[in-house]
């Protein structure tokens, strides 16, 4: 049995879906399902429980897993409530951390690649404690995430007893299916779909960075199927630990993006360039790209959906269709 924390949100209900496909049904999803609609993220699939946030310790007392699969966060990055966050980002991954450890079950859990802040330090899924202690995280979600990392590291670096298999995975900017009850965390590509189907000019920020053109603000953009498939490979390769970066290792541009999704349309691209909004000009990051060195010397040798690839999929096979769950 799994257990997938998160496992109505977005890439965990991904994650679910692709067990299903590979015939499992024996997964306990821990979420809270809201009145965002998420729930539709879990209405094709099949699972054996689903344990509310409140009731996931309880729940876990003398329990044998296979895995653990924490993807549950807040993941606003523009999250204000210090204590919340710290509860259900740090505290709780703490708990599921020392479960873990004492049941000696696999830990697979999201770390993110906010916690490399400006990218002033580069973007190496170093583990050593001297470099994590110079990542300065922008934001409060980036920050907690940063501290877990840093608590289980300690851990590592004191010999502390930790499960037989743990990954920390950074993912850069995922996008695809079942992302709608984000809001405004969705990916940019989802936000303006509809507007852009319907003939509406897509607005994309303006540079205020010398040397960078308007929409040539960069990330490193990764397809949901691709992060499911490093999560899978982890459950087959029990002897695999670390703190790993998951994207593709090429940085593209919004502008990019947003000419693929009208390239999918068959549509000639329309996009107007606006003012940054002051408020966020000072947090606002450039340039992402993964490195993936790591990754592949662990083992992980399976391909990066290219990003028209990827831009074309998710929109004939969900965007522009009626029902855009997967």
Same mark, same amino acid.
């Given at each position: 049995?799994?257990?997938?924390?998160?496992?109505?949100?977005?890439?965990?209900?991904?994650?679910?879906?692709?067990? *299903?496909?590979?015939?499992?049904?024996?997964?306990?999803?821990?979420?809270?399902?809201?009145?965002?609609?998420?729930?539709?993220?879990?209405?094709?699939? !099949?699972?054996?429980?689903?344990?509310?946030?409140?009731?996931?310790?309880?729940?876990?007392?003398?329990?044998?897993?296979?895995?653990?699969?924490?993807?549950?966060?807040?993941?606003?990055?523009?999250?204000?409530?210090?204590?919340?966050?710290?509860?259900? *980002?740090?505290? %709780?991954?703490?708990?599921? %951390?020392?479960?873990?450890?004492?049941?000696?079950?696999?830990?697979?859990?999201?770390?993110?690649?906010?916690?490399?802040?400006?990218?002033?330090?580069? @973007?190496?899924?170093?583990?050593?404690?001297?470099? %994590?202690?110079? &990542?300065?995280?922008? *934001?409060?979600?980036?920050?907690?995430?940063? &501290?877990?990392?840093?608590?289980?590291?300690?851990?590592?670096?004191?010999?502390?007893?930790?499960?037989? !298999?743990?990954?920390?995975?950074?993912?850069?900017?995922?996008?695809?299916? *079942?992302?709608?009850?984000?809001?405004?965390?969705?990916?940019? %590509?989802?936000?303006?779909?509809?507007?852009?189907?319907?003939?509406?000019?897509?607005?994309?920020?303006?540079?205020?960075?010398?040397?960078?053109?308007?929409?040539?603000?960069?990330?490193?953009?990764?397809?949901?199927?691709?992060?499911?498939?490093?999560?899978?490979?982890?459950?087959?390769?029990?002897?695999?630990?670390?703190?790993?970066?998951?994207?593709?290792?090429?940085?593209?541009? @919004?502008?990019?993006?947003?000419?693929?999704?009208?390239?999918?349309?068959?549509?000639?691209?329309?996009?107007?360039?606006?003012?940054?909004? !002051?408020?966020?000009?000072?947090?606002?990051?450039?340039?992402?790209?993964?490195?993936?060195?790591?990754?592949?010397?662990?083992?992980?040798?399976?391909? @990066?959906?290219?990003? !028209?690839?990827?831009?074309?999929?998710?929109?004939?096979?969900?965007?522009?269709?009626?029902?855009?769950?997967?």
């Amino acid at each position: 049995m799994l257990l997938v924390t998160g496992g109505a949100g977005f890439i965990g209900s991904n994650i679910v879906a692709s067990l *299903n496909e590979a015939g499992r049904t024996d997964i306990v999803v821990n979420d809270s399902l809201g009145t965002d609609g998420r729930w539709h993220n879990l209405a094709k699939r !099949q699972i054996a429980d689903f344990v509310q946030p409140q009731d996931l310790c309880a729940w876990l007392e003398g329990r044998k897993l296979e895995a653990v699969i924490h993807m549950g966060a807040i993941s606003d990055t523009t999250a204000t409530d210090g204590d919340l966050v710290m509860q259900s *980002n740090f505290r %709780l991954s703490l708990t599921l %951390l020392d479960w873990c450890t004492q049941t000696q079950t696999p830990f697979i859990y999201a770390s993110s690649a906010a916690t490399y802040g400006n990218g002033e330090h580069g @973007f190496a899924d170093d583990d050593r404690p001297d470099y %994590l202690r110079e &990542l300065r995280p922008m *934001n409060l979600y980036g920050w907690s995430k940063h &501290l877990f990392d840093q608590a289980l590291i300690a851990r590592k670096a004191r010999g502390e007893k930790l499960p037989p !298999q743990w990954a920390g995975l950074k993912f850069f900017n995922v996008f695809g299916p *079942n992302e709608y009850h984000k809001g405004k965390m969705m990916s940019v %590509l989802a936000r303006i779909f509809d507007d852009a189907k319907a003939g509406q000019t897509v607005k994309l920020f303006k540079s205020h960075k010398e040397g960078i053109a308007d929409g040539d603000q960069r990330r490193d953009f990764i397809y949901v199927d691709d992060v499911v498939a490093v999560v899978r490979w982890l459950l087959d390769s029990p002897r695999v630990s670390g703190l790993f970066n998951v994207g593709t290792g090429q940085a593209r541009s @919004f502008r990019e993006m947003i000419e693929a999704m009208f390239a999918a349309l068959s549509r000639p691209p329309k996009i107007e360039y606006i003012d940054m909004p !002051q408020s966020i000009r000072g947090q606002y990051q450039y340039f992402t790209q993964s490195e993936i060195g790591k990754l592949r010397a662990a083992g992980y040798n399976a391909g @990066f959906t290219p990003l !028209q690839e990827a831009v074309g999929r998710y929109v004939s096979h969900y965007l522009d269709r009626e029902d855009r769950y997967r």
